[in-house]
Nanobody, 121 residues
Framework: VQLQASGGGLVQAGGSLRLSCAASGSFRSINDMGWYRQAPGKQRDLVAV???????TYADSVKGRFTIARDNAKNTVYLQMDSLKPEDTAVYYCNVDRIRFARGDYVYNYWGQGTQVTVSS
C-alpha cells in the first residue's frame, strides 16, 4: 500500500493550497484518513481527519480556514488550505488509521511521505 501526497509548495500569507493524498495498492477498505503536520523542532500534530462516512475533526488552529474532504471511490483525501499563515509552515503528512486487506488482516496508523508547505509573511 502506498500513500502518495502532493500539492505542497510555497505561498504568501493569505494564500491557498490544496493537498491531495491517494492510497493505492491491494486492499479492501480504509477507515479514517487525515492530515498531520510537523514544524521544525516540534512534534507531529493532527490537522484534520475524516471518517469513511464523512465525519470531520479539525485542530482548533485551522478551524474555519482548512477543509478536509475525501473521495472514497478514488481512495483519496484532500486538504483545502485557505487564509494561510506563516505558522502553518510545516511538513504535512497523510495518515490512514486502519487499512483492511482482502485476506482479513489489518494494518494500523499508516503514513505517507510528507509534503512541504511554506507560508511566507
Amino acid at each position: 500500500v502506498q500513500l502518495q501526497a502532493s500539492g505542497g509548495g510555497l505561498v504568501q500569507a493569505g494564500g491557498s493550497l490544496r493537498l491531495s493524498c491517494a492510497a493505492s495498492g491491494s486492499f479492501r477498505s480504509i477507515n479514517d484518513m487525515g492530515w498531520y503536520r510537523q514544524a521544525p523542532g516540534k512534534q507531529r500534530d493532527l490537522v484534520a481527519v475524516i471518517s469513511s462516512s464523512g465525519r470531520t475533526t479539525y485542530a482548533d488552529s485551522v478551524k474555519g480556514r482548512f477543509t478536509i474532504a475525501r473521495d472514497n471511490a478514488k481512495n483519496t483525501v484532500y486538504l483545502q488550505m485557505d487564509s494561510l499563515k506563516p505558522e502553518d509552515t510545516a511538513v504535512y503528512y497523510c495518515n490512514v488509521d486502519r487499512i483492511r486487506f482482502a485476506r482479513g488482516d489489518y494494518v494500523y496508523n499508516y503514513w505517507g511521505q510528507g509534503t512541504q508547505v511554506t507560508v511566507s509573511s
